[in-house]
């Protein structure tokens, strides 16, 4: 058995023209969806992130404005900036691009956007939505996660899902998510003392720790789905993921790519985000 890859390149070009449809509704009402993108200092990765958004919301016919600051901002300013911004009627996300200069408390930064422009997902206001089961916005790559395994028509009832990693941006947040979707959910990290018995059991594995070759063939049920959220480079430098792609894919019924897969859903779900944002601000 080959896996079927489910490609989030052409899940997010579906997506991505539904929020272009939503976003002329709202347009003809006279409100734009406005996405503010916040980038303080030089990172390299960052600075490619944050193209990538920018371009994305305006190809999608949402307003973007990026605010590029030098690396010696102090927070004190930066607090400053985020108000300014909650108060502005013209933007309904505000995202502030991590990670942060290590003089800045990201977690304030955080906690200074107003809940109703979290599209991150990130607020303590937003993580507590998604506990409860109340209306927030959700993490944009768990989000993701979430939209593949519908778009395979998977119903996660009963079935047990195996999350590796548990960090509040993905790991957490994607066994809530599963939860909720009656998903039995078994939380696995670097204290797991046996990782491969854990996911020899799972109808679903979602590996999220940022480490190559994690999971390997012999770690997968027959059948299984296998979520791949790593971002890695391998020995020739090229990018792969937390799955050992190749052997995995021979075990598997469903498998995502590393590239191709989890990352284009990522920004996808921000303007998923920002385009609900804008919605309850104009109702």
Request: aromatic share 2%.
């Amino acid at each position: 058995m080959t896996a079927q890859l489910i490609d989030g390149n052409a899940l997010s070009k579906q997506l991505r023209s539904e929020v272009a449809t939503r976003a002329q509704a709202l347009k003809a009402k006279g409100v734009t969806p406005g996405l503010a993108v916040v980038l303080v200092g030089d990172n390299q990765a960052s600075q490619v992130y944050v193209r990538n958004k920018v371009k994305a919301c305006e190809d999608a016919g949402l307003h973007s404005v990026l605010e590029k600051y030098e690396a010696s901002m102090t927070e004190a300013d930066l607090l400053a900036r985020v108000e300014a911004l909650n108060n502005d009627p013209s933007i309904h996300g505000i995202l502030v691009q991590l990670p942060l200069p290590a003089h800045i408390d990201a977690q304030k930064v955080i906690e200074a956007i107003s809940p109703a422009k979290d599209v991150d997902g990130f607020h303590i206001a937003s993580a507590g939505a998604l506990m409860t089961g109340m209306p927030g916005f959700w993490p944009c790559t768990p989000y993701g996660c979430m939209k593949m395994l519908e778009s395979i028509n998977y119903d996660l009832k009963g079935k047990h899902a195996v999350v590796i990693g548990r960090s509040n941006i993905v790991g957490k947040p994607m066994a809530l998510m599963l939860l909720q979707k009656n998903a039995t959910v078994t939380i696995c990290h670097s204290g797991t003392k046996d990782l491969k018995a854990m996911t020899l059991q799972a109808d679903v594995i979602v590996a999220a720790v940022g480490k190559r070759n994690v999971l390997t063939a012999d770690m997968v049920k027959p059948g299984a789905v296998v979520l791949d959220v790593g971002m890695n480079r391998n020995d020739e430098g090229k990018l792969c993921g937390d799955v050992d792609f190749e052997g995995v894919k021979q075990v598997a019924s469903h498998i995502t790519p590393v590239p191709g897969g989890v990352g284009p859903m990522t920004i996808t779900m921000l303007l998923v985000n920002t385009l609900e944002a804008a919605e309850r601000a104009s109702n």
